[in-house]
């Protein structure tokens, strides 16, 4: 399931053209929220160095919680302590 950064997973997902980034959405901690969790469709974000952007909100990729296939299937998570 975790193969490399959360960055590089993002990455291959937004620019390799054998994905569609329509296809796959992130869950982030996001305090306020239902569950303190929040989910981004990937194609609304763009990656950045150390942060990655939804519109205006800049947000620190430590906040991304898992990448998840439309389908329920986990891609990528993090890692528990």
């Known amino acids: ?15 390799d053209p054998r994905e569609n980034e329509d296809d796959y959405y992130i869950v982030i901690e996001h ?10 469709p990937v194609g609304m974000i763009e990656l950045g160095h150390g942060y990655f952007f939804v ?12 990448v998840v296939r439309k389908d329920g299937k986990v891609i990528w998570e993090t890692r528990k302590l």
């Open 1 to 15: 399931m975790r193969k490399g950064s959360v960055k590089e997973v993002l990455a291959k997902l937004k620019y």
């Open 31 to 40: 305090r306020g929220a239902y569950g303190d969790v929040k989910k981004i």
């Open 55 to 66: 519109g205006e909100a800049q947000i620190p990729y430590h906040r991304i919680l898992k």
